[in-house]
């Protein structure tokens, strides 16, 4: 939906409403990627208190986020916008913006949101994180073109720092031999995997199952020293395995490039093609440095 040149008709920028929840989750779930979850009441909810699913090292409680929607001249939203930041350290964040990749839309938007982080000496959007409750943690840069060029042109610069991969299960996946203890996760909600030598643990995984049948595979993780073992196959084997019964019938994981060498990218590719993961699209990450405002001369 194009905005309206009419001055009549002009949108607005407001603070979301409670009565917006069933166009917002249509235009986030407008721009869902396979296996992602559907957004539900309940997650939109809990985005309102805090849209970061894993808080930034060294970084304090954020501000509560601020949520405001682009509406039309009949108050519908058709863009929305989410936005925070932290004043121990002037840092801003837009976490995420949907507006079915329309461009005088979204350029709106962030243009908004750049305006009420104007103290900030630095903003990041879509910071690159494991699958939270409402994107894939990273914007997916093919499929939103539109957002991506909206990014560009109100002076943020990106780069690519992973993959989102998606796999569907088969109807009847094959047996896993069982080499991990399973453990139930409070955060993020699911089951962990660990394989132990020695009582020691080589190797995790973590991955959960939305109501709507999709999983994630938050991660996968190997001790350099018991690599190139086929510990990673055995693992994502019974991982895979353990969604297959608890009703997953689609997954998906991001695979981080920006943390590993190009060798460990490789490995890791290798072993998620081999069990049908598929490519869906670049995840990429932004900056927005803003010059700082010169002190006054001293007389």
Same mark, same amino acid.
């Given at each position: ?10 949108p ?10 069933? &166009?917002?989750r ?7 990627l ?10 939109l909810a809990?985005?309102?208190? $805090? ?6 090292? &060294? ?25 925070l ?19 005088? %839309?979204?350029?709106? *938007?962030i ?14 959007a ?5 699958p $939270? ?35 569907? #299960? ?49 991660w996968?993780?190997?001790l ?11 693992? #994502?084997?019974?991982?895979?395995? #353990?969604?297959?019964?608890? $009703? ?10 920006a ?8 490995a %890791?590719?290798? *072993?998620?093609?081999s ?11 932004y ?5 700082q405002?010169?002190?006054? %001369?001293l007389?």
């Amino acid at each position: 939906m194009a905005i309206s040149r009419n001055p009549k008709n002009a949108p607005t920028v407001r603070p979301y409403h409670p009565q917006d929840e069933p &166009g917002v989750r249509e235009l986030i779930d407008a721009d869902r990627l396979p296996g992602q979850p559907h957004c539900t009441p309940e997650k939109l909810a809990a985005a309102r208190h $805090g849209p970061v699913p894993f808080p930034l090292a &060294g970084w304090t409680v954020p501000t509560r986020p601020r949520i405001n929607v682009l509406a039309d001249a009949e108050d519908r939203p058709y863009g929305i916008i989410a936005y925070l930041s932290w004043t121990d350290v002037r840092t801003g964040l837009i976490c995420w913006v949907h507006a079915h990749e329309d461009p005088c %839309a979204l350029r709106a *938007l962030i243009g908004h949101a750049l305006a009420a982080l104007a103290d900030c000496t630095w903003i990041d959007a879509f910071v690159s994180a494991p699958p $939270g409750p409402l994107g894939p943690g990273g914007l997916p840069c093919t499929r939103r073109g539109a957002t991506h060029d909206a990014l560009v042109q109100t002076g943020f610069t990106g780069r690519c720092q992973g993959c989102y991969l998606h796999c569907v #299960l088969p109807a009847e996946p094959p047996s896993a031999k069982l080499v991990a203890d399973v453990f139930p996760c409070d955060y993020p909600p699911g089951h962990r995997l660990i394989i132990r030598e020695a009582a020691e643990p080589v190797a995790e995984a973590v991955v959960s199952v939305e109501p709507d049948r999709t999983a994630t595979v938050y991660w996968i993780e190997i001790l350099p020293t018991r690599r190139h073992r086929g510990l990673g196959h055995k693992l #994502l084997s019974q991982a895979l395995a #353990l969604l297959a019964e608890q $009703g997953a019938t689609e997954v998906a994981l991001v695979l981080d490039d920006a943390q590993q060498s190009a060798s460990e990218s490789r490995a %890791a590719t290798r *072993l998620f093609r081999s069990f049908g993961f598929t490519l869906v699209d670049q995840l990429w990450t932004y900056q927005h440095p803003r010059p700082q405002a010169p002190r006054p %001369a001293l007389p």
